[in-house]
């Protein structure tokens, strides 16, 4: 079946630094939508990238889906201590089964 | 507008009990998506209802079971409990085919 590999596994990083975490399919990906976990929390939907070379921002984050729809990356640009958590990527495959990689968790240091 | 609710926030057990949990979708949403996330770890696909049916499965034993109510909430049973079946169990409802909005989840823990 489908599965996108996501790295790093973690990242610590003083506040004020980038951030960026990828995600890697083997197989070409329909979608590829972005999930942030705070510690303690639920996932929440941040953003859906469905066309080759899509690049799509929200304030200091940067979403990025590759040209041949195989890998997508999330780049978090001065980070700050709020954005904390796991970030996952996913894929909604055929059957509309969304497919999760195993997430980057991000520590910032104030 | 209200959104995916799950109960109980907690919920122990001990090995060979039955769990229920409940989950209740953002209105208008059709369909309803189970996961488990074990300490630590990702997210696992259970189960996918829409419309009343179940749609898909992941790859779990079928201990693991639920059903989608006519007013779109939906119930996950896990008979015969076993302690690495511990886990936060979420709930996410999503109009079909887009992006999931997730419940607070359901701590389960077996002893």
């Known amino acids: 079946g489908q599965q996108v590999m996501q790295i790093p596994q973690y990242q610590h990083v003083q506040e004020g630094e980038d951030f960026t975490t990828y995600c890697n399919s083997s197989?070409?990906?329909?979608?590829i939508q972005w999930y942030k976990q705070r510690p303690g929390g639920h996932p929440v939907f941040l953003i859906q990238?469905?066309?080759?070379?899509e690049v799509k921002k929200q304030k200091r984050l940067t979403f990025q889906f590759g040209e041949a729809k195989k890998n997508s990356s999330l780049h978090i640009t001065a980070t700050q201590t709020t954005d904390v958590g796991t970030y996952f990527c996913?894929?909604?495959?055929?059957?509309?089964?969304?497919?999760f990689g195993s997430g980057t968790r991000l520590l910032v240091r104030p | 507008e209200a959104g995916v609710t799950q109960s109980p926030t907690h919920l122990i057990k001990t090995r060979g009990q039955q769990a229920t949990l409940r989950c209740s979708p953002i209105?208008?949403?059709?369909?309803v998506y189970w996961y488990q996330q074990a300490l630590g770890l990702g997210l696992q696909f259970l189960l996918w209802?829409?419309?009343?049916?179940?749609?898909n499965r992941g790859n779990f034993p079928p201990r693991f079971s639920g059903r989608q109510f006519p007013n779109y909430s939906s119930e996950l049973n896990v008979n015969a409990l076993e302690l690495e079946d511990s886990a936060l169990y979420l709930c996410?409802?999503?109009?079909?085919?887009?992006?999931?909005?997730f419940g607070p989840g359901t701590r389960l823990t077996v002893t």
């Open positions: 996410a409802s999503s109009p079909l085919g887009y992006e999931q909005y």
């Open positions: 197989t070409t990906l329909s979608n």
């Open positions: 990238l469905v066309k080759s070379g």
């Open positions: 996913a894929t909604m495959d055929s059957s509309y089964k969304l497919i």
């Open positions: 209105s208008g949403h059709t369909s």
């Open positions: 209802y829409d419309e009343g049916e179940e749609r």
